[in-house]
């Protein structure tokens, strides 16, 4: 199977590697990297959908926003997505709706408060097999 | 899940200076502006070199207008771009502010309140007690404060700090005379503040959080210093403490990210060349940097008045239990400071006054006996520093120097700094339930998420002792009392 990402464990702090065999689903599965940090992506349903737009200043920064922007979603509004369509992604641009729901005590089990998605060791290759990025998040 | 090992760790030379003191030569890495000093023994310096924190202290060193040193005290581990546990101090008229070097949880810091009561009274109802602070203090991930504030107050709270909560009845107005800054960093500006910020940071008004942070309920173990200890109200072994450590919640990390995204921007356009992008900065005069400055005092007093909000509860919860009114049971404020953290301040180098920017990103104000920024009560025995350790182990009292203010613009360590990820530390309990084990010390543990609270196991840490007799030893602050925890309540 493919991968879809992995989860790096770092002294003060925590990371990410996701794959993706495009751009758009590395972005994908980076968020998706990020819910399972924070909860199992496998108890959030779908009863609400979001749209986002990202404009940064190239792509690195865009991951980073866009990461902190789901972030924020959370923190602020308490929700919690499992599966992000990427509208279109271009060198300074993202749209994307993502599908979730509001966190529920009572369903959702919380493992970590996820603060920031940061630069350091910020990392996003591409070769013959695909996209990978790692990042690394402050908790 | 794997552990990120940074290749071989850091092995290059350092210049031993005495048994505390290293420095990294200025020559270590082209562009570095001033050399590296480094407080730790040699047996510390071991496990320091295990990652490459000490390559980020040689960074830090490049950035513009820094003076005399990068500096890293014994606590210190990796963080983003800037150590944590590091201090680096910029002349206000060529060098730059950095957001790397303040930290995600601005102001994050610890308070400390006394009692009169002392461990026979309080061991026998701790479960009662650590139950009713657990109710009474939110706490936990996504936790909502008690208190609800509109937009209108998060302005003024921002503004106020500390003040807004005793204005609103949370605690006393003496707290603030024995609070870093009186609880209220100047030059806040909400306008500074976005929308965003605003809305995670509204309805975490007055919440311990997550993480690493908690309130503890100590005992006072081993007094070093009894006069020093005494003017402080610290007056015999077997009395209880209550000590608050939290931050500036979502609030201060949105804060960062949103003034790093402008500062990434700003250190281009002002051609400053970093080793690192979590570094970016903008030169303190400008614009950029300026803004950030109005923001991060925002953040700080949020912070502020968190901890004041906690410490009013705190004195509610023991007075609930304990049938008597905080008052009578000598509930004063000793001290809270701040460790993350960048202030402009005057200081001496090379005889010569020096208006500096002072980051400190883990590390602690440690001011003199005398220096007009303590508050009277203390002018003669210098400003009290509060080390918090692991819940495990113990935390310190101690004071600052006047060799502090000569040697690390007047800087002290924070606390114990990590030495496992969170995943070594759970996998370090190899399964053992960690309440079980606090409470076989005699330690009661109240937490919103056992998974965290494995994460903050003893093992995790450096040893707090280790890390305050090197900064007792090297002088740059003097240890006055020592306190274990009785009990604990974690987000």
Sequence with gaps: MEKVFEII??????????????????????????????????????????DLEIISQDKDSLLIEWLNELIYLFDSEHILFNRFKIESLGDDQL????????????????????????????????????????????? | MREQ???????????????????????????????????????????????????????????PGVVKFSFAMPDIHWGYGFPIGGVAAMSTKDGVISPGGVGYDINCGVRLLRTNLNEEEVRPKINQLINELFKNIPSGLGSEGKIRVSQKEMSELMVEGARWAV????????????????????????????????????????????????????????????????????????????????????????????HLRVMEEAASKYGIKLPDRQLACAPIESKEGQDYLAAMACAANYAWNNRQCIAHWARESFSKVFGKSPGELGMKQVYDVCHNVAKIEEHTVDGQKLKVCVHRKGATRAFPAGHKDIPPLYKEIGQPVLIPGD???????????QKAMDETFGSTCHGAGR????????????????????????????????????????????DVTEVMDVVHQAGISKKIAMAVPLGVIKG
């Design chain 2, 167 to 258: 204005r609103h009845g949370f605690g006393w107005e003496e707290d603030l005379e024995v609070t870093e800054e009186g609880g209220c960093l100047k030059g806040a500006d909400p306008s500074k503040i976005s929308e965003k910020a605003i809305k995670r940071g509204m309805p975490q008004a007055g919440t311990l959080g997550s993480g690493n942070h908690f309130l503890e309920v100590q005992v006072v173990k081993e007094i070093f210093d009894p006069r020093v200890a005494s003017v402080m109200g610290i007056d015999g072994l077997g009395q209880v403490l209550v000590l608050i450590h939290t931050g500036s919640r979502g609030f201060g990390h949105q804060v960062c990210t949103d």
């Design chain 1, 9 to 50: 464990d770092h002294t003060a702090d925590i990371g990410i590697i996701a794959y993706g065999s495009d751009i758009e689903q590395l972005f994908s599965h980076a968020a998706l990297a990020l819910f399972s940090l924070i909860t199992e992506p496998e108890s959030i349903e779908e009863k609400l959908q979001r």
């Design chain 2, 5 to 63: 090992r940074s290749n071989s760790g850091w092995q290059c030379q350092l210049v031993k200076i005495d048994d505390y003191r290293w420095q990294i030569p200025q020559d270590y890495k082209a562009g570095m502006k001033v050399p590296g000093l480094i407080y730790a023994s040699e047996a510390m310096l071991k496990s320091i070199r295990k990652e490459q924190t000490l390559e980020q202290v040689a960074n830090v060193a490049f950035l």
């Design chain 1, 95 to 139: 749209r994307a709706t993502c599908y979730g729901e509001k966190f529920d005590p009572s369903r959702h089990r919380i493992k970590i408060g996820v603060k920031a998605a940061t630069y350091h060791m910020l990392k996003v290759d591409e070769d013959s097999q695909g996209y990978k990025a790692q990042v690394i998040f402050d908790i």
């Design chain 2, 419 to 462: 030495v496992l990820s969170r995943g070594a530390a759970k996998r370090s309990l190899k399964g053992r339930d960690i309440v079980q084990e606090l409470e076989s010390r005699g330690i009661t543990v109240k937490a919103g998420s056992i998974s965290s609270l494995a994460e903050e196991a003893s093992q995790a840490y450096k």
């Design chain 2, 391 to 401: 819940m495990g182990r113990c935390s310190f009292v101690a004071v600052g120097t």
